[in-house]
Nanobody, 117 residues
Framework: VQLQASGGGLVQAGGSLRLSCAAS?????IGWYRQTPGKQRELVAA???????KYADSVKGRFTISRDNAKNTVSLQMNSLKPEDTAVYYC???????????????WGKGTQVTVSS
């Protein structure tokens, strides 16, 4: 299984960015996590193979996760970005149960998102 993340960059507060994660070898659920120095990775959003979604409260209404099963790609559209969204973002391969998303130890390379005020 390989996960290849792309996107990210520098944007002003209120702007938008789009992250993509291409998964080869699996059509499992995918999650996007983010991490800032000194903190644990936190789940930002996740999507099941069937399209069920889950969001962190801090991004609800601003971020949208979607997937293209034909291309095995998951995207994270991030709108109305805030300086506190600044972090390294990682995509993760996991599995989905009725209680939500559970990560496995498959990670894509992190991509930096920086939101300036």
């Amino acid at each position: 299984v390989q996960l290849q993340a792309s996107g990210g960059g520098l944007v002003q507060a209120g702007g938008s960015l789009r992250l993509s994660c291409a998964a080869s070898g699996s059509s499992n659920a995918i999650g996007w996590y983010r991490q800032t120095p000194g903190k644990q990775r936190e789940l930002v959003a996740a999507i099941s193979s069937g399209g069920s979604t889950k969001y962190a409260d801090s991004v609800k209404g601003r971020f949208t996760i979607s997937r293209d099963n034909a291309k095995n790609t998951v995207s994270l559209q991030m709108n109305s970005l805030k300086p506190e969204d600044t972090a390294v973002y990682y995509c993760n391969l996991g599995f989905w149960e009725s209680s939500g998303y559970y990560r496995m130890d498959y990670w894509g390379k992190g991509t930096q998102v920086t939101v300036s005020s």
